[in-house]
């Protein structure tokens, strides 16, 4: 998987913290997968613990957009 | 209590809840294409609206345009025409018809024409000719150069004014002068002085593609000619023409013609797709409940000048039925004729792969049967989008997103906040009292009230049961969790002893009738029969009844409300649309849960009838009119004296039943309610309550979260210096954003989403 495109990206630039960890998110690769697709995504991810963070914004606007679209696929 | 299972993506196997042939036959009792009266009178088939309105609004070079259409000589056309269309115009039922054929005099006088086209089209390759003088050959030729076929006209005048004064005597000198200048305009060549005689013909005849001639004529030449008066066509001779009378007699004719040369000059049958020719009976419906009967703009010997040609051009209604799209919000918002909505729906339940774009409309509608009820022919779009939905549920390509919210409230009403009891005393009853989901999520008290009215007046024992009723199952297509809901209702009701159901709610009761409950009466007629409750009061000031969509067809129900009303001294104003035209509050159908937009349009559509406060017979639409903010009663509450106050959020719906199932178990059945105490404090900011109702999350929901972050410690300290924690229940992932407050936690926002998301590797 070499040409993976990344549908969205967000780079948490050190300011989130996993609060189990103590230590700062970074910019980690996760996958959003809903109805049998997938998409590869960038987000705030615990190096520690793995922990993946979907913020507000990303929830209710492109998240929520591609769901609406793939339920009427 | 479980989730639902989501739809699966990769079935590819096809259902048809709904015939093509019954699809088919539905959207042919739309009318909203039919032509209008006036309109399908035309055997040109003018449109007679658009060129009404373009005279009115004084546009007349446009009037002259689209009667040009038909009228290659309007003022040939207008001196004669016998105008069907006048003895359809429905104006003349009432009072008079718009007199049609003095507008299009008017018009073909004042109407400046537009540039000659004609010299610099492109012509077609076949050549014709139209041999003899006459209305029909005059028309004829008309026709013909405006299909741009090169076209030569034979006559034995000798020139263009000889002609046309030997087609059209009746023109008066002025109207004469304008239709010479048209016809010289045109691009039809001339040859004159001819003999018009047998020899004559076989002269010419092998030097034209296409021959045609006028009646006249061809009777000279072809005295034993018969001529198919459908084609205008004499088979045997190969040449076009026929027999017409009249004025319009003649354009017709020469539409006709025009239409076989067309069929001839392609080397094509002139019988096969010819379309629909000729006048037609128009089907459709006019409401002319508003319009004035009122008498034509007096026409002058002369004929109308342009004002008065305006005036009475403006009188037309503009004929056209749009009777649900007036009265439906739904239809409305998304701006088409049932006929054409219903058949998109349709080809969208018949979609294997690809989007299935009619999904979101499909699920707007709130199934209320308000479209049948207003229009004229009996258009059932709910049956359309109902079985549409049941389609996509068997073919396992409906979402379960829209309507999950709505189908877990079900199950969390049938299981969590069920109850099923006897009245204490009684092992068997003879009565049940059902008083439906919504009732008691939203009005509690009145709930109690009711059922310790109806146990102290009724004899025989009454039975309650707190539930829904299954409407939600059956609206969102979803016939197995219907049945089941059904099913347990008749096993409650076969342990209570068959009672009879007394429902608080003409939609449970319909939909128990539905589904096998052998007797059902509504609460209404019983306090009918007892006679009014202590504290049952009136509304002060004058209210207005909303019909609810579960009575639509039940004139027993909407009369026996009406009289409860009166009973009570509730003064009713007058709305339009009640009864069985009452438009829904936008809960029906869960048009509530699947799409907000439109039922917020439904709710407004309900309102916009009165101003006054509204009374109500369904607890959804007592609830939702209270949310737009209006004052807003259900019977019952007038009837118990009870308030149920300003409507509750979703958590506090779910809580109302939960409190009501443990109040009564404790007053009434002396049982001991089981009561999740949670031993930590949890808070809500207003915010945080306001978002989670909009974004239909729970409080059960945030304690899921809160319990799992509890127990893992797993969260994230955002940016703001906020922790945000997350679980997923069911099919969706909750995240909720707090901070920590002295023994326990302050909620400041949530949301969800229904994707799941995981970490990847590489
Ligand atoms: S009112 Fe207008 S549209 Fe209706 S029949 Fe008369 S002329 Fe035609
Ligand atoms: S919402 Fe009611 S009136 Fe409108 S189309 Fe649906 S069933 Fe008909
Ligand atoms: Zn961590």
Redesign the pocket.
Known sequence: MAIEKNYYTIDPEGKIRCFKCKVPLIKGKAKFMYLDNGFPVELPVCPVCGYVYVPEELALGKVASVERALEDK | MGTIKERGSTHVYKVNKISKEEMESMVARCVYEEPPFCSAACPLKLDVLAFLEAAAAGSFKKALQLYEKIAPFPLILSAGCEAPCEAKCRLSEIGEGVLISEVERAVSRFGEQSKLGGVFRSKKRKSTAVLGSGLFALMLAGELEKKAYPIKVFCEQDSCESYLRACAPFLDEESFAVELKRLRGKDIQFEFNCRMDAAFYDDIKGSFDVLCASDELRRSLFPEAEPNQELMFCEEQGLVSGRTEGVLGAAFGAKKAALTVDRLAQGLDPRNTRGQEGSVESRLYTDLSEAAALKRVPCPEEGYSREQAMEEAGRCISCHCEE?LK?????KHYKKH?GLLAREIYNNTQIIMGDHQLNKPMN?????????A?CPNDF???RV?LLARKNMVSTDKMPLAPHEFALMDMFFSNIDAFLSRPQPGFEKCKYVFFPGCQAAAIAPETVKAAYRDLTERLEGGVALILGCCGAIASWAGRDEMADQTHEQLDRELARLGDPIVIAGCPSCAKELRENGAKDVRGIWDVLLELGLPEGAHALERPAALHDS?GARGDEKTQAAIRELASRLGCELVDTPYSGDRS??CGY??L?AYANREVAGE?TEKCLERSDAPYISYCMACRDRFARQGRESRHILELCYGTDAGSPPDISEKRKNRLALKNELLQEIWLEDAMEDKLDYKLLFTDEARELMDDRMILVEDVIAVMEDFRESGEAIEDDDGLLVARRRVGNATFWVKFSLEDGGYLIRRAWSHRMKVVKREG
């Open positions: 649900c009265s439906c919000a739904y239809l049932p707007a509608c709130s199934l209320c049967g308000q479209c049948t207003v059932d779009m709910a989008c969509c438009p829904c029906g159908g048009t439904m």
